[in-house]
Structure formats: C-alpha cells, structure tokens
C-alpha cells in the first residue's frame, strides 16, 4: 500500500493496534500523538479528515516500531511538551517529566513576579525547570549549568527557540562552584539521585534511554546534595532559597543535611501521589 493510499484512520488503527500488542499504556494517545507529529496536523485534523492521505506512511510506521520497542515518544520526535512548551530533548538530557512540574510551582511560589531576580539551575539537561520559570517571571534571569557540554548547547537553542535566550546564559561546568558568592536568589536542581544498584531496575524508557549521569546519584544517592549543599550556600544571596528534586524515600536524609549545611525554613513538598517530590530551604539573613 503506497503512502497517498492509506488515510488518516486507518493508519492511526493500524498504529494503535501494533502498540497495544507490545503491551504500551495508552496505546490511543500515543499512536495519534506519532501520527499529529509526523504530519505536522493537529488530533482535530484527524477527526475532520480522517480519509486524507497521509503523506509520511512508512516515517510513522517505523516511528511506531520505535514506540513498540521501548523507546519514549520524546526520544522518537525529538520533543516533550513541559508545562505547555515544547522542550528538544538529546541523548545527554533526561526526558522532562510530569512529577518535576512539582519543583517548578515550588519555585514560582518563592520567587516574586514584582521585581528582577537571579536563578540558577544546575544540571539543567534541557532547560525545562529554569526556562519554565522564566516564562512566568518576566523580570527574571537565569543561568543553566550542565556537566554535559551537549546538554548546555540544547537548553540554549531551547531558549532562543522559546524568545527567553535573552535572560538566560547556558553553561558547561561542574556544579556551581565557579558561580560568584552571593550572587542568586534561588538555586534550583532536578540532581540524579537514584541509587546505583537500582538504576538496572528502572522502567526501561528511563534505563535504556535517559543518560545515566543524570540518574546516578552514587551508592545511598545522595553523592550530588553532598556537593550540592556547600556550593549553593556559597552562591546565594542572604535570604535566598535552594529547591531541588529529592526521591520518594529520601524527604528525611536530604531534609536534614540541608539543615546540617545552614540552610533554615526547610520543608518537603508532596507531589500528586503524595509522595515526597521537592525540599526547599532559605539561606539565613544578614545578622
């Protein structure tokens, strides 16, 4: 069957049918999320012309044996919509999440819409935390660190393709220790944090394709807020605040480390699971 000799529909049943076989969740969606994105249509276009010919056939059929393999929709387009943008995403990023909207909230609600503040994310893969919030605090700038060179070039062609490259600066480094003292409002950090040995126990849409520097957080996965801790201290401003993402079991260390390291008014925030998801605290003021 030639690409001009099958339609919307039919290619779409043909795609959900293989995902379902391979056992994929929401087999639907993702088949009709494919076909939109190969065609450049909307989910609309499909209802409204569901006998059209469909230009990119055997694109969408061999973007359907990715799917069925494993492999994220994301890793297959190139793309995940975050927060209503749409973030490229490469082999040196985590694919951005649902849970990690968790940490942007947390961070809109400490950082005020009224006047300029400084932000820095460190490991920020895509961009997709710092450049979220950036969209939403207009007198906002921020600065991108990634220990990945690959991943700090795609968070800045992130932020010229969304208009925010303007407030923001990517960077290659190692952690923030080369940032200058006192100098931000808000650190902010998705760090890896999974234990070592279970990294070979992820889903396989994580383990097979994620990188797994940014999902390695040592033997207890806590090695990153051990460095993390001393170097945002240093960097923010008096009264200043440190958000980061945490593991669902790891609310109680991490809390208490961040109180160990100075850091005052912590407290852990839950996501949609009621599950420990992000702890923030607050650099003390000036005496």
């Known amino acids: 069957m030639t690409n001009a000799s099958i339609g919307r529909r039919a ?13 994929v969740e929401n087999a639907a969606s993702e088949a009709r999320f494919l076909l939109c994105d ?3 249509i909307g989910a609309g276009d499909i209802v ?3 006998e059209a010919g469909v230009a990119n056939a055997q694109r969408y059929r061999d973007w359907i044996a990715r799917r069925a393999s494993g492999e994220p929709a994301s890793r297959i387009t190139g793309f995940r919509n975050f927060r209503g943008l749409d973030f490229a995403v490469g082999p040196s990023t985590l694919d951005p999440r649902l849970d990690s909207e968790v940490l942007v909230e947390t961070v809109l609600d ?6 300029p503040v400084r932000l820095v994310d460190v490991g920020t893969g895509t961009g997709c935390l710092i450049l979220s919030v950036l969209a939403e605090r207009p007198q906002a700038m921020g600065v991108g660190i990634d220990l990945s060179a690959d991943a700090a070039g795609l968070a800045w062609q992130n932020a010229r393709r969304l208009g925010l490259a ?3 600066l990517a960077v290659a480094g190692n952690w923030i ?17 999974i234990r070592r040995d279970l990294i070979a126990e992820l889903d396989a849409t994580v383990r097979d394709h994620d990188p797994h520097l940014a999902l390695d ?14 170097q945002a201290l240093a960097v923010l401003k008096p009264g200043g605040w440190l958000a980061v993402e945490i593991g669902y079991d790891q609310g109680p260390s ?18 949609l699971a009621d599950m420990d998801r992000v702890i923030v605290g607050r650099k003390k003021d000036l005496d």
């Open 38 to 40: 190969v065609e450049g």
């Open 254 to 271: 991490v809390q208490a480390m961040m109180r160990t390291a100075g850091f005052e008014r912590t407290r852990v925030i839950c996501d």
């Open 166 to 168: 303007g407030r923001f």
């Open 110 to 115: 400490i950082v005020p819409g009224d006047r």
């Open 177 to 193: 220790s080369s940032c200058p003292r006192s100098a931000f409002d808000c650190v902010i950090s998705n760090p890896p944090y």
């Open 217 to 230: 957080g040592g033997p207890d996965g806590l090695d990153c807020y051990r460095a993390l801790l001393p």
């Open 48 to 50: 409204l012309a569901p």
């Open 11 to 23: 290619l779409l049943r043909e795609g959900t049918a293989a995902l379902t076989r391979a056992g």
